[in-house]
């Protein structure tokens, strides 16, 4: 396989948190405060027993959407740094006809036709595969190849939607 593009970074607390809020958490994130205020917002127009009801919603939702991205950023945080002994090892990214990454001793193997699409954050690429799973790409960590150039090799490779 000849690789197009390289990319090599060493992941960090911040972009992992960066990835949880603004790719995984981003709609629920929108949706839960957005069912918070309308909660509130009917609890103070509305007073009848109903309202009490919907006033408990709108707090769990807006507490659920506080926490969840809290909980789930600190998991994966533990996550990788147990992944080796503790300590973290570099990820390189290379894409040519398939796509690898590698990180310490493990050894992954995507084909393009496994992206679902590509999201975009101040730091990061991240190539979905799914809803919660991701191939990440730092803006600033190619080794070969260059970010515009990459954005559209990998758009060209996403499986369009039919």
């Known amino acids: 396989m000849e690789t197009v593009f390289e990319n090599e970074y060493l992941l960090t607390d911040d972009m992992t948190r960066e990835y949880v809020y603004r790719v995984i958490y981003m709609k629920q994130l929108i949706a839960g405060y957005a069912a918070c205020i309308v ?3 009917l609890f103070f127009l509305y007073k009848d027993n109903l309202s009490y009801m919907v006033l408990a919603a709108a707090i769990i ?3 659920t959407a506080l926490v969840a991205p809290i909980l789930t950023t600190r998991q994966m945080n533990q996550m990788a740094k147990k992944l080796h002994g503790g300590e973290r090892k570099p990820t390189v990214v290379r894409f040519g006809d398939k796509i690898t990454m590698d990180e310490g001793s493990i050894h992954l193997e995507f084909s393009s036709d496994q992206l679902i699409r ?3 954050t101040p730091r990061l690429l991240a190539l979905q ?3 919660s799973s991701s191939i990440l790409v730092t803006k600033d960590g190619f080794t070969k190849g260059d970010l515009e150039s990459f954005k559209t090799f990998i758009l060209e490779k996403i499986p369009k939607k039919k």
């Open 129 to 131: 595969t799914g809803p």
């Open 61 to 63: 939702c807006g507490f």
């Open 118 to 120: 590509m999201k975009e």
């Open 39 to 41: 909660g509130i917002l």
